[in-house]
């Protein structure tokens, strides 16, 4: 079966538990970390949602770190990629 005829990626997508956090680190530097993505290429998405949310961020420990306050913003562009929005929790 060819690759692109594949639907995992969409399955492990829909049933994925994300968290998103907002943290405030030294010097008042506010950031929101994304956590709980398995199984999924964690750098391309980072990379996504930095372009898409025009600000710097990394990947540590299994987690994506944006600078800023997204957690809206970072919620509507995972629902966008096909994660599930009932399995999105945003930690204020």
């Not at 540590?60 to 944006?66: F, Q, T, Y």
């Not at 919620?75 to 096909?82: A, D, F, R, S």
């Amino acid at each position: 079966m060819p690759k692109s005829a594949c639907v995992c990626e969409a399955l492990i997508k829909e049933r994925q538990k994300i968290v998103i956090k907002k943290e405030k680190r030294s010097f008042g530097k506010n950031v929101t970390v994304v956590t709980g993505i398995k199984d999924i290429d964690i750098k391309q998405l980072a990379k996504t949602l930095k372009q898409k949310l025009a600000c710097g961020g990394t990947v540590k420990d299994d987690s994506i770190e944006l600078q800023g306050d997204h957690a809206r913003r970072v919620k509507e562009e995972l629902i966008k990629q096909g994660f599930s929005e009932e399995l999105i929790e945003i930690i204020e």
